[in-house]
């Protein structure tokens, strides 16, 4: 088998950029892990966010806010194409705070920012009162919020599936139970699996999130990303009851009330802990506790994908030219741009976006 | 309609009070301490609750806690009808839960 | 601290309890329901007095059982639902509306069977239960259904439908999906079964109570399906050639029992699928301990065997548990469980035969493209299919695509049947396929009773 390209991994960051190089007429195909493997795509809080994003790299500011732009279109045309809805809401999105000074803090830091973004940095200020007008359920230990006009969410599971779905309507192979174990570059790109499977491609790109851990360097790649771990709990479905999504609570459009989530270093574990999922509650009670009723039907633990500095790579081989390294801590928020942007850069197009910042060079 | 159960026992015999409940707004009069999910059925209530994704409805299946389609809420709080026990006065809701927010 | 920690206060947990007090434990019981009994023996302190007699004396007989909780050490905790089990020892539960926890030494799961999923169009109608369901209503309420029909099989429910014709409401009907072929299949297992015979003479008086009553009985049946609108309206079936209707307002749908494996899957004890028995069941030595080593599992829950085996099963535990904690030795401990394993091998002599004289409803096994599997999140069998079309090698990606298994049940009414499409669709067996992953909570908590629990740090 032989195509155009190798997309090693296929979470929502590999399933959008197949996507992406379908719709401009490249073959591809996708290989994956199993049913068990580690996938952030399916753990994820499914925020399409922006607010607090780059805060010392204003091109990640400006990556975020172009994916979260072109979101919309993303969303329609696979919803279009698949007949999903992606639940995707971008009425904006809060940060809550529970001291003034917390809260002085960050808005100065948000100035900072927007002076660097041309003033393109919507945001604004609410008191308790003016919070509670927009969010009934916020209790009195939230004395007020940020909302920022260009965040929002969506669902990423069913994004995912669209995703996965809409690559093979378009042509993409797509192998799952394949993990590739070697690479190696003749004229061809040619990846071996763990069972033997060979494929060929003229070009490949390493999305397979924690697995470029291991693939990273055998293909000259640092690589230099870590797991860290998230847990998350999602209740009973309820009436409408939050209208925004706040980094700590949003209602998924299925009904549930999705809690989240915390950062822990453990290494490759992603099981839940009793100590994770108790605060998580009461920090989720203490802000909305209208929660405090609620039942939690589910909790879970998945892995994010990180960098040193949190911001994405995009790298292109020095030892294996036509090999890509693409990885992100935000894969739902990028998952526009990855779709929509990303491919001009691989296929070295004239309009291909400016990511020199997120190339490995800035790891010495 | 009537009750698709009969009782063995006369409510009268059995060792338990009668006390007054809602559901859904309407008073029932249940045996108090009984099973919660039996004493619904005993009274004659068809359908627990809708479910939120297609509004179906639905009523105890499994009665031992496994199957959640007993599902009611109880002054505030859904709970599984066949794990909870009558009390006076309960205030019993078909959840309102929705999967289209 | 407690020494034991018993999960499920059904026959296995309770014997286990009782023998690990007589041994000078000290034991937590706990249980969802609010009186002991566990599934056959469902509140037999108080119904075998009420209406023993028409719930037999394998009921009845639960009593001493019961009664054994009653021990200086022994602390039952009723009305108790474990959410969470943590590092082998730590357990969290919910009683009364609020979130407690408790530690122990040693931890028994013991939480026994859930009735096989049985997918056919129209099971999730009000009015469609499980025979089981049925029986709890009779055993804990005792009320008993009218126009009821039975149907699917196993010895369970000719138990139902007898002690229906005991309480005065006769089923309307027996339809049951085992054939001939599948009783001559058995046949080979007789010998072994007759070392279990009490249990064939039982099945036996039960028919002919059965057939003294005067209810239909068909065998072999098909299609099986329930019309009705806003509730079950009928049982439609192909039998002896031709379609039936049986008009009723309840219908009791039974093939069988599968381990309940909820706690066991949420702390990753490792499981296996029984070709025999067609469930997962979790991995365990001769006196149930699981691959960690301080959580031991007894009872049908690690496989079934029934009330007798479990109550057994659930005295090797205690023994094995009584030598970790060095109440007794290893030679008393061996010493008292040799003739115990031998009475469980009788007791298990029996189930080859019954697994293969009455062996799942094919139909539901693997129901056709319209019918609801999850009932939760009301996915169907096609919706499965396509997904294993999309590449789902498993129940995980299959339930991120489409939700199956997210609901409050979390699988307990679709896992086996979800592994069970992927599996056949993916020309993969179900150890291969696996199957979801349970996480915390395995019962609903509310946020607020979770909260509670929480310990707070440095402030
Ligand atoms: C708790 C949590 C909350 C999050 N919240 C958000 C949020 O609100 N918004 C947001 O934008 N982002 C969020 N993220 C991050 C987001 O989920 C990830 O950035 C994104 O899912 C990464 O996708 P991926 O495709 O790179 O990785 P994954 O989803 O992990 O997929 C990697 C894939 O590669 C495959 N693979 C691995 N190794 C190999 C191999 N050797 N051969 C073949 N295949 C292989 C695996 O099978 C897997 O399917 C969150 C993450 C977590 C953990
Ligand atoms: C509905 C039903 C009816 C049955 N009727 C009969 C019968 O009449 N005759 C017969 O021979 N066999 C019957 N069986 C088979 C039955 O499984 C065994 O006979 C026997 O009950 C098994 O005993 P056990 O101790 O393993 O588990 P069980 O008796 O099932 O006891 C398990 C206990 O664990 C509790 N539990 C489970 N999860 C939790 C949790 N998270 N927190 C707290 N408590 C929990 C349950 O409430 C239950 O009381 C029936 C099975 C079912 C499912
Ligand atoms: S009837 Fe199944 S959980 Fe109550």
């Known amino acids: ?364 | 309609m009537k009750p698709a159960f009969r009782n063995l026992t006369a409510p009268a015999s059995s060792p338990g009070q009668m006390v007054a409940v809602t559901f859904d707004g309407q008073e029932l009069t249940l045996v108090e301490g009984e099973n919660l999910a039996a004493a619904l059925l005993a009274a004659g209530v068809d359908t627990f609750r809708e479910t939120p994704v297609s509004g179906a409805p639905r009523a105890p299946f499994c009665m031992m806690g496994a199957c959640f389609d007993c599902l009611v809420e109880i002054d505030g709080t859904v709970r599984q009808a066949c794990l909870a026990t009558v009390t006076d006065g309960m205030n019993i809701r078909k959840p309102n839960g929705t999967s289209d927010v | 601290m407690y020494d034991l920690i018993v999960i499920g206060a059904g026959p296995a947990g309770m014997a286990a309890a009782r023998r690990a007090a007589d041994l000078g434990l000290t034991v937590l019981i706990l249980d969802e329901q609010s009186r002991s009994g566990g599934q056959i023996y469902r509140d037999v302190e108080r119904a075998a007095l009420l209406r023993g007699e028409i719930l037999g004396k394998d009921y009845t007989d639960g009593i001493d059982l019961a009664r054994g909780l009653d021990h200086p050490g022994i602390t039952h905790a009723a009305s108790a639902s474990v959410w969470q089990i943590e590092d082998g020892y730590r357990v969290y539960y919910t009683q009364n509306g609020a979130g407690k926890t408790a530690a122990a030494k040693r931890l028994l799961i013991a939480t026994g069977a859930l009735e096989r999923p049985m997918p056919i169009p129209g099971w999730t109608l009000p009015g469609v239960m499980t025979a089981g369901a049925a029986q709890i209503l009779l055993k804990q309420s005792g009320m008993v259904a009218e126009r009821a029909v039975l149907a699917g099989a196993g010895p369970l429910l000719y138990l139902v439908a007898a002690q229906m014709v005991k309480a005065g409401a006769p089923p309307l009907a027996l339809v049951e999906t085992q054939t001939g072929g599948d009783f001559r299949r058995a046949l080979k297992y007789l010998p072994g079964a007759l070392r279990g015979w009490p249990y064939l003479m039982k099945g036996k008086d039960m028919l002919a109570a059965l057939r003294r009553a005067g209810v239909p009985r068909h065998t072999g049946a098909t299609g099986l399906r329930v019309e009705g609108g806003d509730r079950a309206e009928a049982l439609v079936f192909n039998a002896g050639g031709r379609q039936h209707k049986i008009e009723a307002r309840t219908v009791l749908l039974h093939h069988g029992v599968v381990p309940h494996i909820q706690a066991a899957r949420s702390i990753g004890i490792p499981h296996r699928w029984n070709a025999q028995q067609q469930c997962f069941a979790p991995e365990h030595d001769e006196t149930g301990r699981t691959a960690i080593d301080t959580v031991f599992i007894a009872g049908d829950g690690a496989g079934i065997g029934g009330a007798k085996a479990a109550a057994i099963a659930g005295r090797i535990s205690a023994l094995s548990i009584a030598q970790d904690l060095e109440r007794i030795t290893a030679a008393d401990c061996r010493r008292e469980s040799r003739p115990l394993q031998a009475s469980l091998n009788r007791e298990l002599a029996v189930r080859p035969f019954l697994d293969t004289a009455y062996p799942p409803y094919k139909e539901a096994l693997s129901p056709d493209d319209a019918t609801i599997v999850c009932r939760c999140e009301e996915v169907t069998a096609g919706d499965i299919r396509r997904y294993a079309g999309m590449g789902c090698l498993g129940p995980n990606q299959a339930k991120a695509f489409g939700r199956s298994g997210m609901g409050p049940c979390q699988g307990r009414y679709c896992g086996l049947t979800v592994t069970a499409l992927l599996a056949a669709a993916n020309g993969k067996t179900p150890d291969e396929t696996g199957y979801y992953r349970i996480r915390p909570p395995i019962k609903p908590v509310t946020l607020g009773e979770l909260a509670a629990t929480a310990q707070r740090k440095g402030k």
């Not at chain 1, 529970?98 to 919507?122: H, I, Q």
Request: net charge negative; proline share 4%; with cysteine.
């Open chain 1, 1 to 364: 088998m032989e195509s155009d390209y190798a997309i090693i991994g296929g979470g929502v960051v590999g399933l959008s950029i197949a996507w992406g190089l379908l719709k401009r007429g490249r073959s591809v195909t996708v290989l994956d892990g199993d049913d068990g493997s580690f996938r952030a795509s399916r753990g994820n809080f499914g925020l399409v966010w922006v607010q607090s994003k780059g805060m010392n790299q204003p091109r990640y500011a400006r990556w975020s806010q172009e994916s979260a732009a072109a979101w919309a279109d993303h969303a329609a045309e696979l919803g279009d194409a698949t007949g999903h809805d992606m639940g995707l809401r971008q009425d904006g999105g809060l940060t809550l705070f529970f001291s003034e000074d917390e809260m002085e803090k960050t808005v100065s830091d948000y100035e900072t920012l927007k002076a660097k973004l041309d003033g393109n940095y919507p945001y604004e200020i609410l008191g308790g009162n003016a919070l509670r007008r927009e969010e009934p359920h916020i209790g009195p230990s939230v004395i007020g919020a940020i909302l920022h006009h260009q965040d929002g969410h969506t669902n990423p599971l069913r994004l995912l599936q669209s995703l996965a779905q809409d690559v093979r309507r378009l042509g993409g192979t797509v192998l799952t139970g394949k993990q590739i174990t070697g690479v190696e570059k003749t004229d061809l790109f040619r990846l071996t699996c763990a069972d033997g499977t060979e494929i060929r491609a003229a070009k490949t790109v390493l999305s397979a999130g924690l697995g470029a851990i291991d693939l990273g360097p055998k293909m000259g790649f640092k690589a230099p990303i870590r797991p860290q771990r998230g847990q998350v709990l999602i209740t009973e479905k309820m009436p409408k009851i939050i209208n925004r999504p706040s980094l700590i609570a949003r209602q998924v459009d299925e009904g549930g009330i999705q809690i989240g989530a915390t950062n822990e270093e453990v290494d490759f574990n992603d099981d839940v802990t009793q100590d994770g999922i108790a605060h998580l509650a009461a920090d989720a009670v203490n802000a909305y506790p209208i929660l405090g009723k609620v039942n939690l039907i589910r909790s879970w633990g998945a892995l994010r994908i990180l960098s040193p500095d949190g911001l994405p790579i995009y790298q292109e081989s020095a030892a294996m030219p036509g090999a890509f390294l693409v990885t992100c801590h935000s894969g739902v928020t990028l998952s526009a741009a990855h779709a929509r942007f990303l491919p001009d850069w691989l296929e070295g197009n004239a309009n291909a976006p400016d990511l020199e910042v997120f190339s490995e060079a800035r790891f010495s």
